[in-house]
């Protein structure tokens, strides 16, 4: 039995950061983790590897389609999914790898195994029981899915089934048009693959800007992409080697079948807690099992944090990430802090969605005077060079003081550029300060601050 200022539960960016930090704050730390690696869905089954297949599939798509343009003759490359896939695995690896060599060198201790909290101030592991002065739960999510399918990750897959295919499917079907249904669906639709969506709303990525949200459908459909909108899904019907998905669509009720060597199902995450003995302990949870905290992310429990996919806000690495080592300063006495109003998302396709702050609809909808600056890429010299003209930066600002609330980005390198953005609004800036600010030329984010200049007396390029 070995004695903790801090154990941590899981690994994930949440769970790992979470340990990095406390350790670097001086308090004895070990962190949990039940996998064979660290890192958590993040680097082992998410964020990571659909990044690695994101990467390759899109070189594929630039040779087949824009190095002709170029004066780049010669064959396309054939795919190798065998060989995708090792590279995929490679990139978790070093990753993964990565964590641990960062364990050592900040004296985090790895425990390896599935922990649960049998008391306050106790974590048990395998035989072992450990004391922790304070308990950080950072287990993250699970793929949730719908009544009437059941998963199989061979022909019905979560997003972890989907990055391990044995081959490239001729037809896949993806249930729900949010972040990983786009992300893996365009994998497929670049590796050849027919990829329809199936989506219950009328708008794609829900909650996101509703003009982006146009944007980017047409230019999915552009790539390939076929969606089904509007469209309930009832279940799904195995079929030994490949599946029926069947839907109901909400205009009129009519059914329809759609059969497809591969279903993914995209359509949300839960909390993952189960078995750490929580509901013993009393940890009180919220509506959609999420875990109750307070603002300094403590249970109501003594001694017992939670933080991530774990509890409540949006389902992101870097959110978790933020929580991770906020809590980690509290239980060192300093003042740790998360401005959820400034927590950026991004979908990593091409072209990249990047968002942060509020959307046009949310301040409609609060009834807040604001200005919109748009700046679209075909005026951005840098994006016409590289085939990414299309797309847009909106930048939202208060009406009357100027004040950044929001910026909403389609185009190339999006998940890069919207950072500027938080930054500005982190330091409460108006547009224009973003405007009064050089950019070099030629670059993506001249497109940010034409978009900042066009809150004001108008963008130059447009
Ligand atoms: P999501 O919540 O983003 O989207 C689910 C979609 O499924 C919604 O559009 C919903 O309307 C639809 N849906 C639900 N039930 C349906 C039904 N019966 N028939 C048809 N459509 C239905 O969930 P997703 O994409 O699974 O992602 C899970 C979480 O992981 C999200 O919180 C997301 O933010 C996070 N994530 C973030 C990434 C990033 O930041 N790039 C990448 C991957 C995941």
Redesign the pocket.
């Known amino acids: 039995m070995a004695s903790y200022d801090v154990i941590v539960i899981g690994s994930g960016p949440g769970g790992y950061v979470c340990a990095i930090r406390c350790a670097q704050l001086g308090l004895k730390t070990a962190c949990v983790e039940g996998r064979e690696t660290l890192g958590g869905t993040c680097l082992n089954v998410?964020?990571i590897p659909?990044k690695a297949l994101l990467h390759a599939s899109h070189m594929l798509h630039e040779a087949e389609h824009n190095f002709t343009r170029m004066g780049l003759k010669g064959k396309s490359p054939s795919v190798d999914w065998k060989e995708m896939l090792a590279y995929k695995d490679d990139v978790i690896g070093q990753n993964t790898k990565g964590i641990e060599f960062l364990f050592k060198k900040n004296k985090v201790d790895w425990i390896k195994g599935w922990a649960t909290v049998p008391g306050a101030g106790k974590v048990k592991v395998g035989d072992e029981i450990h004391e922790a002065k304070n308990i950080v739960i950072a287990s993250g999510?699970e793929?949730s899915s719908?009544p009437g399918v059941e998963i199989d990750e061979k022909v019905v897959v979560t997003?972890t089934g989907a990055l391990d295919l044995p081959k490239i499917p001729k037809k896949m079907v993806v249930?729900?048009?949010?972040?990983?249904?786009l992300?893996m669906g365009s994998v497929y639709a670049r590796l050849g693959t027919e990829v329809t969506v199936?989506?219950?709303?009328d708008q794609?990525?829900?909650g996101m800007d509703g003009e982006v949200c146009k944007t980017f459908q047409r230019m999915l459909k552009k790539q390939g992409l076929n969606f089904i909108m509007g469209?309930?899904?009832q279940g799904v019907e195995p079929l030994k080697t490949k599946a029926k998905v069947n839907?109901k669509l909400r205009k009129d009720d009519s059914e329809a079948t759609i059969d497809a060597d591969v279903v993914l199902v995209?359509?949300?995450?839960k909390p993952f807690t189960d078995g750490l003995g929580l509901d013993a302990l009393g940890v009180e949870t919220e509506e959609r099992g999420q875990i109750r905290t307070d603002s300094h992310w403590a249970t109501n429990v003594p001694g017992i944090h939670a933080i991530g996919d774990a509890i409540t806000g949006?389902?992101?690495?870097h959110k978790a990430e933020d929580e991770g080592m906020a809590v980690a300063e509290v239980i060192a006495g300093k003042a740790g802090h998360v401005n959820y109003g400034v927590i950026p998302?991004?979908?990593?396709t091409h072209p990249e969605v990047a968002a942060v702050g509020k959307t046009e609809e949310q301040l409609k909808e609060e009834g807040r005077a604001f200005k919109v600056g748009k700046f679209s890429f075909m005026g951005n010299g840098r994006a016409k060079a590289v085939f990414s003209g299309d797309g847009f930066v909106k930048i939202l600002a208060d009406k009357q003081s100027d004040r950044i609330l929001g910026a909403h980005i389609i185009g190339p390198a999006a998940g890069d550029l919207i950072h500027e953005v938080c930054v500005a609004m982190e330091f409460g800036a108006a547009a224009q300060d973003l405007a009064l600010t050089c950019h070099a030329h030629p670059t993506y984010s001249e497109a940010v601050r034409e978009a900042a200049l066009a809150c004001g007396d108008g963008a130059i390029h447009a």
Request: hydrophobic share 45%; proline share 5%.
């Open positions: 998410g964020c659909s999510s793929a719908l997003s249930i729900g048009a949010g972040v990983i249904g992300e199936v989506e219950y709303l794609i990525t829900p469209a309930a899904v839907y995209a359509t949300g995450r949006p389902m992101l690495a998302s991004v979908i990593y």
